[in-house]
């Protein structure tokens, strides 16, 4: 996708997105390959608390280096899942986001009109969303990731009327 940059396993304990983007040769920025490869969330504290800090914890190194790998010309797709039950949703913090979150094709976008993890979320400092796409170890949240990657790749950024 000429546009759109995927990231997935910011938390090294969500794994389905990885997978699925695997399961298609779809291009993926793997954020945190270390704790991934463990399968644990975070190796010293959390990557989507990182960016824009200067410390010199795994993740803090890590997210300086991912500043370096995404391109300011695309925008940023970063999958995620979680530990409870609940729908599928996306998360933007600039409302020019909107549009790319209603695009995925889920029922719900979140608009954190504050910055979120105390402005050192990766999209805090990088054009995108966030999505949750299920919890951690459902098959579901694998077949979800692949359904928003067909939409984009299908239709690309074609904003839909969505709840906000």
Do not use: W
């Not at 759109?4 to 779809?26: K, R, Y």
């Not at 608390?49 to 370096?68: H, I, N, P, Q």
């Not at 979800?144 to 990657?149: F, G």
Request: hydrophobic share 40%.
């Amino acid at each position: 996708m000429k546009n759109i940059q995927f990231v997935t396993a910011v938390h090294g304990n969500e794994i389905m997105p990885t997978l699925a983007l695997a399961s298609i040769g779809e291009s993926q920025i793997v954020a945190n390959p270390r704790a991934l490869a463990r399968g644990v969330r975070l190796i010293e504290s959390d990557l989507n608390c990182s960016f824009g800090k200067v410390g010199d914890t795994y993740e803090e190194k890590r997210a300086r280096e991912l500043d370096l790998q995404f391109d300011p010309k695309k925008v940023v797709v970063d999958f995620h899942t979680f530990s409870i039950e609940s729908e599928p949703f996306a998360i933007v913090v600039d409302p020019v986001m909107i549009p790319l979150a209603s695009s995925l094709g889920l029922n719900h976008v979140v608009h954190m009109k504050h910055n979120i993890k105390g402005g050192h979320a990766l999209i805090d400092h990088h054009r995108g969303v966030s999505v949750e796409v299920g919890q951690h170890a459902n098959p579901k949240s694998f077949e979800i990731t692949l359904q928003i990657v067909g939409r984009l790749t299908k239709y690309g950024i074609r904003p839909v009327k969505t709840r906000i």
